[in-house]
């Protein structure tokens, strides 16, 4: 084994549970190591959205959004049914705002209120503004770390990589229809082309690559030491507790003691199909928006010192409707159809019957929720010519970008007649006619009397508000037609270890496991796979990390 070293906490992983960690003990004045496997920072955070849910966060009362620990308490009760940890849930009420206040007043990090609702706003104690977006960042504040964070999804950028952030969505969808608008664009396409040209890359980080880019930055300056390319082979044990890590550096073993814990936040299991075949049944092999690099590897080196992982939630995957396509060495591209497209009027989504079975404009989680009671591993969306053009369909972009490449590579389907659409899609062409019809009778007048679709408050605001009079619903004509086929995944898995309100890893008699923490996605979902609102997995992954920090550094 090689030489031996010695940090006061050691953090495996580099998402934002890892790097909140690792900056809030530093900010304690411990002396922090983060190892990383991969090559590259970030892991699957950096090709998120970068959302926190965090109730009664400071940017609501900022903006007169009323909420208060006691009333997203309600809301999380109604939601969990059975599965509520009142310790738990109550240690996140109490912690999620003090760590966005750390976060915002001691590292470089900023949040940026969306003003969202919660996934199910008609539940008791359902609020606007919980959901919380990483502001971009600028990636030339980094220096040589910048190509050191690893990419955002390819799928969500445009022009071969220029990253797209929430907020420039609605600009650039009417860039040709609004003045205002088309500026915006202009300017952002130009500062993306002076990046190219300047630094090979673009620099103004959004989404994931901003909440990594933000946290890097601030651990390099806090002193975090940072090791990538150096996974964890193993937990170190002296007596009954966990002492430190034995990792691969350079092709050799190397020991790391760590004096308060080791905080596992390695990121779950989504590269590993033997675990996704047991966890995750119904979702499709290699679908998956988790680096490959992720196969578990927290999960089993807890397990291995006595930690518990949960088999059953109300789901062990945050779920995404995923199409697909090729690169240019034949690799696959998933694209997540989150609410954009499907949302808007102009869509619907079938059954390998041709029949709809949802309502289009449901969070992504609801629809995965959907699929597997129905025993679905596909689906198609399927749209007319207007609505592609206008809003875009997955990898196909909104006018004036060129669409008609997707149908040579196979990934667009398209037909003059709903019929000739149906022979290509293999499905029941008098089915498939009769759910258009049916749908665009109603359509026609903005309603949905099947699925309610713009009926309630969510899939109103996830539509078109410029589009009358209901902001979701409008009829598939007309032609030509076009579907795209989406498979059932998971933007990540989230049944992991057991852990109490301090994040500490539990054994079989729910005991902790002496100087060992799970954080993220290492450790069982808070929620229990139920989801209230955008950023459900990154808000407690986030929080969690800080009191497992400033529980180790007490």
């Known amino acids: 084994m090689d030489e031996e070293s010695t940090f006061d906490l050691v953090v495996v992983g580099s998402g934002a549970a890892g790097l909140t960690a690792a900056v809030v003990a530093a900010h304690r004045g411990l002396s922090v190591l983060v190892i990383e496997k991969a090559e590259t920072f970030g892991g699957t955070t950096a090709r998120s959205g970068a959302v926190a849910w965090i109730p009664n966060n400071p940017h609501m009362a900022a903006a007169g959004l009323p909420d208060s620990p006691e009333q997203a308490d309600d809301y999380l009760r109604d939601l969990m049914g059975s599965f509520y940890d009142e310790a738990k849930i109550g240690a996140f009420l109490k912690h999620g705002p003090d760590m966005v206040s750390m976060m915002e007043t001691h590292s470089a990090l900023r949040f940026d209120n969306w003003h ?88 103004r980080l959004v989404g994931g690559n901003a909440l990594i880019g933000a946290l890097l930055f601030t651990a390099r300056k806090k002193g975090v030491t940072l090791w990538q390319s150096a996974p964890m082979q193993r937990l170190h044990i002296e007596g009954r507790a966990v002492r430190g890590v034995i990792l691969c550096q350079n092709g050799k073993e190397r020991l790391v003691l760590a004096r308060r814990g080791v905080i596992l936040a390695s990121g779950g299991y989504g590269g590993n199909e033997a675990m996704r075949h047991t966890f995750l049944p119904l979702t499709v092999p290699g679908y998956t928006l988790q680096p490959d690099t992720n196969v578990g590897d927290g999960l089993m080196a807890g397990e291995q010192v006595g930690g518990q992982i949960v088999p059953n939630n109300v789901a062990n995957g945050i779920w995404a409707a995923l199409s697909t396509m090729e690169d240019r060495r034949g690799n696959p591209l998933h694209h997540p159809h989150i609410f954009r497209d499907r949302a808007f009027p102009g869509f619907l989504m079938i059954d390998p019957t041709g029949r709809r079975f949802v309502n289009e404009g449901t969070s992504y989680q609801a629809l995965g929720n959907v699929m597997i009671r129905r025993n679905m591993r596909s689906a198609w969306i399927i749209c007319c010519h207007d609505a592609l053009r206008t809003y875009g369909l997955g990898y196909v972009k909104p006018a004036p970008l060129p669409y008609k490449n997707y149908i ?42 099947d699925f309610h679709k713009g009926e309630d408050a969510y899939t109103v605001e996830q539509g078109d508000s410029m589009h009358y009079p209901n902001p979701a619903v409008g009829p598939v004509e007309p032609g030509p037609f076009y579907a795209v086929e989406v498979r059932l995944g998971e933007f990540c898995t989230v049944n992991g270890l057991e852990t109490d309100s301090s994040a500490r890893v539990l054994d079989a008699e729910a005991r902790p496991v002496a100087g060992l923490y799970a954080v993220g996605i290492d450790a069982n979902s808070l929620f229990r796979g139920a989801y209230p609102g955008g950023g459900a997995s990154i808000g407690p992954s986030m929080t969690f990390a800080y009191i497992a920090a400033m529980d180790a550094a007490n």
């Open 408 to 449: 040579r590579n196979g990934y667009l389907k398209t037909a003059p007649t709903i019929a000739a659409l149906a022979d290509q899609l293999g499905i029941n062409a008098t089915i498939f006619a009769e759910t258009i019809d049916r749908f665009n009778i109603f359509a026609r007048i903005g309603q949905d009397p």
């Open 116 to 203: 969202s609702l919660d996934y199910e706003p008609n539940r008791k104690g359902a609020a606007r503004g919980r959901s919380i977006g990483a502001a971009e960042f600028d990636g030339r504040r980094l220096g040589k770390d910048l190509a050191r964070i690893s990419p955002g999804l390819p799928s969500l950028t445009i022009f071969g990589g220029m990253q797209v952030a929430y907020a420039d969505v609605a600009h650039f969808g009417t860039a040709l229809r609004n003045r205002a608008a088309f500026l915006y664009t202009a300017r952002k396409v130009g500062r993306y082309i002076r990046d190219l040209l300047r630094h090979g890359r673009p620099t």
